[in-house]
Nanobody, 128 residues
């Protein structure tokens, strides 16, 4: 079993920054990637959109088109923690952010993933 705990959400003005953290515990060898997903306000779990992934094995990173150049994912293996630095935040970035653990790969320039473990989420609000 893997437990994931997100932190760092909050209210920020458009153009501002936040850093989210995802602390993992348990059987941390049971996955190869950590991902961040956003669930927009009013949307269901099945509509969560992936934001970014990082592979634990080699540090490869992947970003959704809407966040490229603004968000940065990183990891601290010693702390079993993955971070999502979010800069130049926009109102459309708002939502519940979840981290998840599983696998990710790229085939034909498309990201494919499967997540086995999920955290409980942290809320990001972007408003003036």
């Amino acid at each position: 079993q893997v437990q994931l705990v997100e932190s760092g959400g909050g209210l920020v003005q458009p153009g501002g920054s936040l850093r989210l953290a995802c602390a993992a515990s348990g059987v941390t060898l049971d996955y190869d990637a950590i991902g961040w997903f956003r669930q927009a306000p009013g949307k269901g779990r099945e509509e969560r959109m992936w934001v970014s992934f990082i592979k634990v094995s080699d540090g490869s990173t992947y970003y959704g088109d809407s966040v490229k150049g603004r968000f940065t994912i990183s990891r601290d293996n010693a702390k079993n923690t993955v971070y999502l630095q979010m800069n130049s935040l926009k109102p459309e970035d708002a939502g519940d952010y979840y981290c998840a653990a599983g696998w990710v790969t790229v085939l034909a320039n498309k990201v494919h993933y499967g997540m086995d473990y999920w955290g409980k989420g942290t809320l990001v609000s972007v408003s003036s």
